[in-house]
């Protein structure tokens, strides 16, 4: 039998063929990572928005896998921008846009610091005399709760690790731009009981990602206003505080320089 000897051009066919599989390979290659990253994506957040996600011993995470179908990782990550990562991955685009749809409404809810817009005219219901709303919210609350007065709206900024205690913060703020009358007590129970929907309500079927601990918070009455202290109260002389002023359009308001807060009503007892 003749020996088979490969030619020049033989050799050349074999080469071209070679380099054409490499280049399909390489091809299909990029179109699966292409196709991966259009399945994957990815959500910064701090830390301690992961219970939003997780929820408590991570029976939130796996009611949202089961109710989207797709897979949710929650990780902390020092590399990340905010400190962890929330990624959703599924081949199926609906179980993907479903996944995202309730990690992007968990992580709002969780977000730190929130403002608040509040008409400058109820900025004073906010407040309260002597800015005892505004104390009162960031103690029974638990959050920490600032004022910015400039421009029209104004903001409450509320700042907390704790998801519930912003959002009771929020339905207390937003009870008082409602009421000028309303009790301390019977506002933070009302608060307490729509955070603790907005949180858990607003997501059918999900499990709650409060704790024990947070949900017993939640449900348990308030008991009437605290017993008074013998704590020096800094705004006792708050009254005697307040200036008049004009704005641009020349219209006088009025200004606690205590307190911060501002008026278009004549405080009681004002004069010049």
């Known amino acids: 039998m ?3 000897a ?9 080469v071209a063929e070679l380099q054409a599989a490499g280049a399909q390979a390489q091809h ?15 959500f910064d957040c701090r830390p301690s ?10 029976d939130r995470l796996r009611g949202m896998e089961a109710a989207t179908g797709a897979r949710i990782r929650a990780v902390t990550d020092k590399w990340a921008p905010l400190g962890a990562t929330v990624m959703v991955e599924s081949a199926d685009p609906a179980r993907l846009d479903a996944a995202e749809d309730l ?6 809810l969780a977000k730190s610091p929130q403002r608040i817009p509040v008409a400058r005219q109820a900025l004073g219901r906010v407040i309260g005399r002597n800015g005892e709303r505004i104390k009162s919210v960031n103690e029974r ?4 709760c600032s004022v910015n007065q400039e421009g029209d709206p104004c903001y409450v900024v509320v700042e907390s690790e704790d998801p519930m205690r912003i959002q009771v913060a929020r339905e207390m703020i937003a009870s008082f731009m409602e009421s000028s009358t309303a009790k301390l007590w019977v506002v933070e129970e009302a608060a307490r009981g729509k955070a603790e929907s907005a949180l858990h309500g607003a997501f059918a079927g999900l499990p709650s990602p409060l704790a024990p601990a947070q949900q017993a918070f939640a449900t348990a ?14 705004y006792k002389h708050a009254d005697l505080a307040w200036a008049s002023a004009r704005d641009p359009a020349g219209r006088t308001y009025y200004y606690n320089a ?6 278009w009503e004549k405080p009681p007892g004002f004069s010049e």
């Open 2 to 4: 003749a020996e088979f």
């Open 6 to 14: 490969p030619t020049a051009d033989d050799m050349l066919s074999l």
């Open 28 to 42: 299909q290659a990029e179109q699966q990572a292409a196709r991966s990253e259009s399945q994957r994506r990815t």
């Open 49 to 58: 928005a992961l219970v939003m996600i997780v929820g408590h011993n991570g």
């Open 103 to 108: 990690v992007r409404k968990s992580l709002e």
């Open 141 to 144: 609350s638990g959050a920490k």
């Open 221 to 234: 009455p308030v008991n009437g206003e605290p017993a008074p202290t013998q704590a020096i109260d800094p």
């Open 258 to 263: 205590m307190t911060g807060q501002s008026t």
